[in-house]
């Protein structure tokens, strides 16, 4: 039976002035954030049996697709409902009142749970290394799409979903019930985006047919934003090096699995932008600007604080400025530019500006970062700063 409640409206306003809701569902968790020292040496002599290692103050802060992504639309001037679980714990009551203290009815669509437990995560990022997460999928687990009412979101919303990869109920059927709530929405003119995760590899969620999975899902998805890394994983795509011949082989593959929109989440180089001969969107105009689109969008310069929850940030970034009705080259350098903002603080919505700053910030110059990609044949664009490959190159 659905349990969650319809959404308010976005106050930001699309094509035709009309106001667009923006629901995000899905994973929520509680990130433990511990300040660690810079390695002396091999990152794995912080985690030795039997040592002890003095840290700083730990940042506990609402973490998962919900909270990074509906966060920063907030900061970004929407009002956004959020549809999730957590349990009736410790855990579960900090994240309600983390999100509540950015907005009181953020909540609203958030299922309390008796005698489950809130998902967290410890996130390990020491100074000038990666970061390594310990993971509890926690109330995560238990939520199934069919309890979500698709009648219950508002027809022309926007709706986002993060994470399936760490919510079992979204893959262990394959994809269908995901797919069969996205494809109810798009019966109601809704904008589907989804977002994923890196699966355990040695997990359940590591022994899915992913490429399967996304064949189920991806025909009633409008916009995939994955990282890079997870979906050569879920694609069996050999690793190796990464170049821009690369970017437009994922590109494609995952158009012809069914998404009509594809922007693959490529860390501190960026933001790639693929789609399809017929976006199909009326969220999109003029569609003839977003169909056969290849677009690189290199990162801004920034002091980075943290990089936990940026790629969730730099897909609500492309949200917004396409509820905004930007074209795609400025919609992906909106993407790319809230991106960087939010790794600016260690807790990525708190970096996030409001959309006038931001735009602001843009037109005074913002220095990108240099791209590493070898990218042969492709052309920048000095007006927008973009990469274009041979094919697609600005007229």
Sequence with gaps: MPVHRSADASPARG??????????????????????????????????PGSLTEVGPALLTTGGAVSNA?????????????????????????????????????TDGLLVVPGEVTSYTIVLQPPGADRLFLHAPGANASFAPDEIDPDGIPENAVFHFGYPPLMRMTYTDGGTALAALFAALRRRGVFVSLDMAMPDPQGASGRVDWRRWLACVLPH???????????????????????????????????????????????????????GPTPGSPLLRPAADWAGRRLLAPCFRVTAAGTTGAGDATHAGLLAALVRGLDPEAAVTAAVAVGACSVEAADAPAGVPTWDALQDRLRRGWPRRPIALPLPGWSCNPATGLYHPPSNAPA
């Design 15 to 48: 094509h035709a002035g009309s106001p667009v809701p923006i629901v995000v569902a899905g994973h929520v968790c509680l990130d433990v954030i511990p300040t660690l020292p810079a390695p002396t040496g091999p990152l794995a002599a912080l985690l030795r």
């Design 70 to 106: 509906g966060l920063t639309l907030h900061r970004l001037g929407h009002r956004v409902h959020l549809i999730g679980k957590v349990g009736d714990d410790l855990f579960g009551r900090a994240v309600m009142e983390r999100l509540r203290a950015a907005d009181p009815a953020a």
């Design 221 to 275: 998805v409008d916009l995939f934003a994955p990282g890079l890394e997870e979906i050569r994983f879920m694609l069996a795509h050999p690793a190796g090096a990464v170049d821009g011949p690369l970017l437009v082989r994922l590109g494609e593959t995952l158009v012809s699995l069914g998404a009509r929109l594809v922007a693959l989440k490529l860390g501190d180089q960026g933001l790639y932008l693929h789609t």
